[in-house]
């Protein structure tokens, strides 16, 4: 049967039942979303004079946890307005409504018994074909299926999501023994294209696959640091970025979700395993110990590893000292091991090179990474059939860039087992046995295609669901037809060409101009479409190149200057008005120059979590690369369209005022940056091959190459007059800075077309010119150029 979901019944609102109705309702599902009705009345309601059976004190445990759950940061929802998707409701008036859900997914509190009592009820209701899953972490899935009629056993399963489900990208999917192969299929499907996960296959084991490694790694880490006498910045500062993990580092990561919590699941599973080698390890370290006693559980009680304090009317991060367990200032971090690896931009050539290190730091990685190895290894096939699930779910779960066995590959798998053998560790058998047999990697590229080495058949077979990805990784050995230092273009076949940054947080410099009009030049003469896009981790790309700009600016070459901006606006121009499709695929941040080249492309495949924005007002300036005009020129299209033309260019013109940042990509249709037509991807690794299917579309409905408008509307003095006023309203109230007014100013001059005497049509060619104008001369501002040099040196925003 053709199955599809269409409601959802989320049982528990929680933390994470709350934050899972979110996800759901960001994919315009509609939500029921049911908790218990209290058993008393609060002190308010009892000041009411309300009963318990008052509609507003039976929901009053899903309302606040709700409230709760939509007001915290970061944000659950894409758009505020999607929580009209999620109707509240209560077990004793609402649970007939399971009834006309597709799929009911319970998420109570982690007690068997009342899991089980609440299947009871579901069972009442529930019409058979529902899926129904639970949401749990730690409880076996077969114990609750246990007693269930057999409809229910073949359409159940776990679905364990992390927290917090909008952002982390795992689900795994645990099935029992009876739960129906084609349920299974259905919701790993569902999981990766509607909601945007990596969705991973687990068995039935204590914590799955991702807890089970993840928590091993941070208990082990814990227990190394009390052997080598660590402190708590050296460790965040060995585990954070330089390792691929997230900057945060292992203590602060566990300050953020809660001491208890680590210490919950490892308790858990030290009760749990019976047959695992290395079960002393889930033994709570001294360290944690300590913080249970006193209670300090992280950010939840405002201290943990780390506390945050006022000092001077600042706020002051103080760190835990380890031996006498007193918080003190944070300290600076410097390794010899840290420092060679400063200049190796490539993730997987760093951990050679940290691994032999002759330093503490060293020694570190070698007791944590390499014991990370054997214990990964010996896990296969007992939590996965296949090392790559485990790869998949710690990089999803836990932020990691790389799996354990990729991190492995990178520094040659025989090379591995040696370093193990001095630290007197031995791995699976199974790796023995792959390298004696001549198969000397986990992973390889065959033919293009990714594979990976399976234990069971001792053959290299193909990654399930690489097939709907581009991996442009994969591609460039064979597939690179031009390249410059800071861009790559590469054939991703069926005529359509991809155009990659990897410039510095993928900003655009004279590389990627180049790069952009290259790209565009070998599309028009030999594809027939191309793809902008590229595989960054933290960027699509934070805007232009500075460092030139501040140069010139400085030296107060300005015509040198002019040029750059004359440049930066014919690429932009060119990528609108090309001979064939443009699509560009943007994720994370894509500020300033990111954000227009987005503005002037055919269409744009956006993923969901998009942090996109005109910021230039930030360093002194205004959008210049097309990016004023092209705000102009929406809104003026969209007065056409019967719009209140001033307001609709107020809210634009406010939006590049205030440097406003999207928090997804759905608020950045709000903002006018995505259109209509544009679309949204919830899956990331599919970002590129969507963008190339809606690439090769547009060139089979037969793309017209597009020509200048001449019939864009501007304001004139009408709008101007409106902006100077708020402008100087907002200066009189000491809200903006004299420099931020007079950048307002000069936006506000750009985005009307100037003091023209009436609304009237204009041009792109006398728009560009515009912006250009008032950027050249905000350029020579000495307050500008100490914005810029803050940012180019500090990383930080000046407001003076």
Known sequence: MNRSIKRVAILGSGIMGSRIACHFANIGVQVLLLDIAPKELNAEEQAKGLSLEHPSVKNRIVNTAFQQTIQAKPASLYSSGFAKNIKLGNFDDNLPEIA??????????????????????VEQFRKPGTLITSNTSGIPIHLMAEGRSEDFQNHFCGTHFFNPPRYLRLLEIIPTAKTDPKIIEFLLQFGETQLGKTTVLCKDTPAFIANRIGVYSMMQTMKVVEELGLTVEQVD?????????????????????????????????????????????????????????????????????????KEGGKTVILSLDLQTFEYRPSQKVSFETLERTKAIDKLADRFAVLLAGKDLAGEFYRKTILDGFRYASLRVPEIADDFVKIDQAICAGFGWEMGIFETWDAIGVQAGIELMAAEGLQPAAWVTDMVKSGNSTFYRVENGERQYYDIHTKKYLRIPGAEKQINLQILKPTKTIYKNDDASIIDIGDGIINLEFHSKMNTMGQGVLEGIQKAIDLAEKDYRGLVIGNEGVEAFSAGANLGMLFMYAAQQEFDEVNQMIAIFQKTMMRVRYSSIPVVVAPHTLALGGGTEINLHADKIVAHAELYMGLVEVGVGLIPAGGGTKEMALRMGDARRKGDVELNRLQEAFMNIATARVSTSAYEALEMNYLRKEDRIVLNRSQLISEAKKEAIALAEAGYVQQQPRSDVWVEGKQGLAL?????????????????????????????CGGDLDAPQLVTEEYLLDLEREAFLSLSGERKTLERISSLLNGGKPLRN
């Open 100 to 121: 006309q859900a597709d799929w009911i997914m319970e998420v109570v509190v982690e007690n068997l018994a009342i899991k089980k009592s609440l299947y009871d009820r």
């Open 237 to 309: 500062k060995l585990t954070s970025k330089v390792v691929g993990r997230p900057k945060s580092g292992t203590f602060r990561l566990s300050d953020v979700v809660g001491l208890d919590t680590t210490i919950h699941v490892a308790n858990n599973l030290k009760q749990a395993l019976t047959n695992d080698e290395s079960i002393s390890i889930f033994e709570l370290p001294n360290m944690l110990q300590k913080l249970m006693e006193n209670k300090w559980l992280g950010d939840k009680t405002g201290q943990g590893f780390y506390k945050k304090t």
């Open 723 to 751: 902006f100077k006023a708020g402008i100087q309203g907002m200066l009189m109230g000491k809200y903006i800075s004299e420099h931020d007014a007079l950048i307002a100013n000069k936006l506000a001059y750009a985005i």
